[in-house]
């Protein structure tokens, strides 16, 4: 092959249009010229996104592939003279709020000479404040409420309800949650987040919403309106271990069950159970809301009684057109004589029937309602015969609390919220609602429980009273994360 010597420096080249070497060549011309070699990279702290201008705020991690598109259209404009051949991120130290970017490009100079060179752009990350982290911040500024009520004195659906929420991470969205009285309210930035929320309420428990809309502003010249939107939810008022009184005609249509029920559990639905029978129903949002009813007494009513005499009933006949009989290990229908441990120096004792004879053996306490000695004002159960009314209804078994809250080795999450008038009655409220978690599987199926590592149970033989207890199996180990940026980031991470 034929060389020929540089024009400049009378090196030995292989010929080229412009008759130069590389070296002098690149003296001559810099074909990086017009290319920024350091650029602004605007970064929102609170959510960690990345600008990408005009207006959109995009998730990027380090070094990944959608960093390096936002980054190489940052320079798009300058580049529109020389072919991108090659780009790739050189390693910065993550606080550095530095990223490098090394480029390959080609350019044609001097009658047609291609020249390739390589160089490094440095990208510097300031921090700015998304329009979303904004309206968090100023914690007032929302478009939708969404809220929330039960009127009931428990709170027990609504400790259900935060798990549920929790598990399927829809706090994330909200700029503020506020508890009040009978309920919480939930505030969000956009009508679509509230939506949502609605959505999820009305699949998960029974209730009824209202919509309504106020205008804020609206400009005349371009016809935009701005509302605030506002969801009301209803949710039923009636809770785990309440005892209702069903109208006859809702009675009937549940399979000719007896009116006097107790609710063994709130999911989507409310599910009853007849203990005189163990007849079983459920009774959806819109059911409840055509045919209403309340419960008859509050938990703070619940009485105890000492079991006397128990028969377990083997063969019950139905009667006609009669709906599902629970089945369940967890109930056997019994007949049970019982007495009030409060009126243990007198002679007077109840019979009634259970749904709990496989729990209940002569010498437990129960906890149940006593129908006999209390005056009732219920439209269902004032027009019922009196024979038909029973004079105990048995709700739960009764365990030692402080000896079940010592051996609870596992935890729940909680929703960071505003707290108004807080009530003293709030710690027992939900230590009932722990300990109807150990009661009930179903109900634990949709809840994250989580191993608590501060507690150490402490097992002995004498400790056993048989309380339900939640398995190793069903607990999650509690997340605890730790990325590159360290303490601060694992915070941010682990809400």
């Given at each position: 092959?034929?060389?020929?010597?540089?024009?400049?420096?009378?090196?030995?080249?292989?010929?080229?249009?412009?008759?130069?070497?590389?070296?002098?060549?690149?003296?001559?011309?810099?074909?990086?010229?017009?290319?920024?070699?350091?650029?602004?990279?605007?970064?929102?702290?609170?959510?960690?996104?990345?600008?990408?201008?005009?207006?959109?705020?995009?998730?990027?991690?380090?070094?990944?592939?959608?960093?390096?598109?936002?980054?190489?259209?940052?320079?798009?404009?300058?580049?529109?003279?020389?072919?991108?051949?090659?780009?790739?991120?050189?390693?910065?130290?993550?606080?550095?709020?530095?990223?490098?970017?090394?480029?390959?490009?080609?350019?044609?100079?001097?009658?047609?000479?291609?020249?390739?060179?390589?160089?490094?752009?440095?990208?510097?990350?300031?921090?700015?404040?998304?329009?979303?982290?904004?309206?968090?911040?100023?914690?007032?500024?929302?478009?939708?409420?969404?809220?929330?009520?039960?009127?009931?004195?428990?709170?027990?659906?609504?400790?259900?309800?935060?798990?549920?929420?929790?598990?399927?991470?829809?706090?994330?969205?909200?700029?503020?949650?506020?508890?009040?009285?009978?309920?919480?309210?939930?505030?969000?930035?956009?009508?679509?987040?509230?939506?949502?929320?609605?959505?999820?309420?009305?699949?998960?428990?029974?209730?009824?919403?209202?919509?309504?809309?106020?205008?804020?502003?609206?400009?005349?010249?371009?016809?935009?309106?701005?509302?605030?939107?506002?969801?009301?939810?209803?949710?039923?008022?009636?809770?785990?271990?309440?005892?209702?009184?069903?109208?006859?005609?809702?009675?009937?249509?549940?399979?000719?069950?007896?009116?006097?029920?107790?609710?063994?559990?709130?999911?989507?639905?409310?599910?009853?159970?007849?203990?005189?029978?163990?007849?079983?129903?459920?009774?959806?949002?819109?059911?409840?809301?055509?045919?209403?009813?309340?419960?008859?007494?509050?938990?703070?009513?619940?009485?105890?009684?000492?079991?006397?005499?128990?028969?377990?009933?083997?063969?019950?006949?139905?009667?006609?057109?009669?709906?599902?009989?629970?089945?369940?290990?967890?109930?056997?229908?019994?007949?049970?004589?019982?007495?009030?441990?409060?009126?243990?120096?007198?002679?007077?004792?109840?019979?009634?029937?259970?749904?709990?004879?496989?729990?209940?053996?002569?010498?437990?306490?129960?906890?149940?309602?006593?129908?006999?000695?209390?005056?009732?004002?219920?439209?269902?159960?004032?027009?019922?015969?009196?024979?038909?009314?029973?004079?105990?209804?048995?709700?739960?078994?009764?365990?030692?609390?402080?000896?079940?809250?010592?051996?609870?080795?596992?935890?729940?999450?909680?929703?960071?919220?505003?707290?108004?008038?807080?009530?003293?009655?709030?710690?027992?409220?939900?230590?009932?609602?722990?300990?109807?978690?150990?009661?009930?599987?179903?109900?634990?199926?949709?809840?994250?429980?989580?191993?608590?590592?501060?507690?150490?149970?402490?097992?002995?033989?004498?400790?056993?009273?048989?309380?339900?207890?939640?398995?190793?199996?069903?607990?999650?180990?509690?997340?605890?994360?730790?990325?590159?940026?360290?303490?601060?980031g694992a915070d941010m991470m682990t809400d």
């Amino acid at each position: 092959s034929e060389y020929i010597l540089c024009c400049t420096c009378g090196v030995p080249i292989a010929p080229n249009p412009a008759n130069m070497c590389v070296a002098c060549l690149r003296t001559q011309v810099d074909i990086s010229e017009g290319i920024p070699k350091q650029v602004t990279v605007h970064f929102c702290k609170q959510c960690e996104r990345y600008l990408q201008p005009p207006a959109t705020w995009v998730q990027c991690a380090l070094e990944s592939r959608e960093l390096l598109a936002l980054c190489l259209k940052k320079l798009k404009s300058s580049m529109s003279k020389v072919r991108l051949i090659d780009a790739g991120f050189l390693w910065t130290e993550p606080h550095s709020k530095r990223i490098k970017m090394k480029l390959t490009i080609q350019k044609e100079v001097m009658n047609g000479a291609i020249l390739q060179q390589v160089f490094v752009v440095e990208f510097v990350i300031q921090s700015q404040m998304c329009d979303d982290c904004h309206r968090v911040e100023a914690k007032d500024f929302w478009k939708a409420v969404v809220q929330v009520r039960q009127k009931t004195v428990h709170k027990k659906t609504f400790y259900y309800l935060e798990q549920l929420i929790l598990k399927h991470k829809l706090h994330q969205n909200a700029l503020n949650i506020k508890e009040i009285h009978e309920g919480i309210d939930f505030y969000y930035g956009s009508k679509q987040h509230a939506q949502k929320m609605v959505d999820f309420l009305q699949c998960t428990v029974p209730c009824r919403s209202k919509a309504s809309q106020r205008l804020i502003s609206h400009d005349i010249h371009s016809n935009t309106y701005n509302y605030k939107s506002t969801f009301s939810m209803e949710i039923v008022p009636v809770c785990k271990d309440n005892v209702v009184c069903l109208s006859p005609r809702l009675a009937q249509s549940l399979g000719n069950m007896g009116q006097v029920c107790v609710c063994i559990r709130v999911t989507s639905t409310i599910h009853l159970i007849d203990p005189r029978t163990l007849q079983i129903a459920e009774v959806d949002g819109n059911t409840y809301w055509r045919n209403p009813f309340n419960g008859l007494f509050n938990p703070s009513q619940l009485e105890e009684f000492i079991v006397m005499d128990t028969d377990i009933i083997r063969d019950q006949k139905l009667g006609a057109g009669a709906g599902m009989r629970s089945n369940k290990v967890r109930h056997t229908l019994a007949e049970v004589w019982v007495q009030k441990t409060s009126e243990m120096n007198t002679s007077q004792q109840y019979h009634c029937r259970t749904f709990l004879g496989h729990l209940l053996n002569i010498g437990d306490l129960v906890l149940g309602f006593d129908f006999a000695n209390s005056n009732i004002n219920d439209e269902y159960l004032n027009k019922m015969n009196p024979h038909h009314v029973p004079d105990v209804v048995l709700i739960k078994k009764s365990y030692d609390r402080s000896r079940r809250v010592k051996r609870r080795n596992w935890k729940l999450q909680e929703m960071a919220r505003d707290r108004e008038g807080m009530d003293t009655d709030d710690e027992r409220q939900y230590q009932d609602f722990l300990e109807d978690l150990e009661e009930d599987e179903a109900l634990r199926k949709n809840v994250n429980i989580f191993r608590d590592a501060s507690k150490i149970p402490v097992e002995s033989d004498t400790d056993d009273d048989g309380a339900p207890r939640v398995s190793l199996a069903e607990m999650l180990e509690e997340l605890s994360l730790t990325d590159a940026t360290g303490g601060e980031g694992a915070d941010m991470m682990t809400d």
